[in-house]
């Protein structure tokens, strides 16, 4: 017996034979006859010197080393795939793949895209809004924005500003509620999505910071941080806005923030894409782009005096 592979298309044959437990449906996958499939796993049965398909009438089922070799099998060849996939990536100057939270998507990205396009026409941006975890290789994506605490192992990783949160309003709401105080009677609004944060960095927190023992409980509570955002521009009540969420709209007046004291959340967003790919041209113009917009809202950050969350949670 002999640890020399076998030819790969036998191989790349097998891998179809049994993902769908037919060579017809292989074949035809493969884009070859079933006489030339089934010529190459007899090939590949003959390398190895024993059967890998037990051959039943109108089907088909795996001998016991045709269940060891198929795992491996669609592995190997997702792996190739990814690999090629990632090779081609490295080829293209041009376009670049985005995934961000929903949230981060509509209050962030989405109303400064203009921007970027007029800096870089050459640059098509393709966004995938999601929070579950991307694989670069696997998915096809360039860069990923993420928050959290990080650390982010084997990935280029750039902090982006500090994060925080504080009391944003409609005008009209801040005209009625003039000091903190007065926010224990009016209609508050919970974003649920930043829960996960340790120590909380919640209503409680923020009015023990300003010297006030009142823990709300009732509102309407968000599972997303966009949603509880449109709710307060809506008029509904106040929400403990998310810096990256609410600048925009704080630097345009539509939302108020009348307190000047904001919770640091210990958490960040961070701009990731895999080590080595940071110096790629429409990569670097793009976290470049980021970093310039995040300098345009810095004196709001600049106006508030941002406490340190773990001092006054729970």
């Known amino acids: 017996m002999t640890d020399r592979l076998p030819p790969l298309t036998a191989l790349r044959a097998f891998d179809a034979a049994a993902r769908h437990m037919s060579f017809a449906r292989a074949a035809e996958e493969l884009n070859v006859t079933p006489a030339a499939l089934s010529f190459q796993i007899k090939s590949l049965e003959d390398h190895l010197g024993a059967p890998?398909?037990?051959?039943?009438?109108?089907?088909?089922?795996?001998?016991?080393?045709?269940?060891?070799?198929?795992?491996?099998?669609?592995?190997?060849?997702?792996?190739?795939?990814?690999?090629?996939?990632?090779?081609?990536?490295?080829?293209?100057?041009?376009?670049?793949?985005?995934?961000?939270?929903?949230?981060?998507?509509?209050?962030?990205?989405?109303?400064?895209?203009?921007?970027?396009?007029?800096?870089?026409?050459?640059?098509e941006l393709r966004f995938s809004a999601s929070l579950r975890m991307m694989d670069?290789?696997?998915?096809?994506?360039?860069?990923?924005?993420?928050?959290?605490?990080?650390?982010?192992?084997?990935?280029?990783?750039?902090?982006?500003?500090?994060?925080?949160?504080?009391?944003?309003?409609?005008?009209?709401?801040?005209?009625?509620?003039?000091?903190?105080?007065?926010?224990?009677?009016?209609?508050?609004?919970?974003?649920d999505s930043i829960s996960f944060l340790s120590p909380p960095c919640d209503w409680t927190a923020w009015f023990r910071a300003m010297g006030i023992d009142f823990t709300p409980t009732h509102g309407p509570r968000f599972s997303q941080s966009d949603h509880a955002v449109d709710a307060a521009l809506a008029g509904v009540g106040v929400v403990l806005g998310r810096r990256a969420l609410v600048v925009k709209d704080i630097a345009e007046e539509r939302l108020i923030a009348p307190y000047g004291v904001a919770l640091s959340t210990g958490a960040r967003f961070r701009f990731l894409c895999p080590e080595g790919t940071e110096t790629r041209p429409q990569v670097k113009a793009f976290r470049d782009w980021i970093l310039s917009e995040i300098d345009k809202t810095a004196a709001i950050t600049d106006a508030l005096t941002v406490l340190a969350v773990s001092e006054y949670a729970q």
């Open 52 to 123: 890998l398909f037990r051959r039943l009438n109108r089907a088909v089922e795996l001998t016991e080393a045709g269940r060891a070799l198929a795992p491996g099998a669609a592995d190997g060849f997702q792996t190739l795939a990814a690999a090629w996939r990632a090779a081609q990536r490295l080829q293209d100057n041009q376009t670049l793949t985005v995934t961000a939270g929903p949230a981060f998507t509509a209050k962030w990205l989405a109303p400064r895209l203009y921007e970027f396009a007029q800096s870089h026409p050459e640059v």
């Open 136 to 191: 670069f290789g696997r998915d096809a994506i360039d860069v990923a924005i993420r928050f959290g605490y990080g650390p982010d192992p084997g990935l280029y990783s750039v902090p982006l500003a500090e994060e925080w949160v504080t009391p944003v309003m409609t005008p009209e709401l801040a005209a009625r509620y003039r000091d903190a105080q007065s926010l224990t009677t009016a209609p508050l609004i919970f974003d």
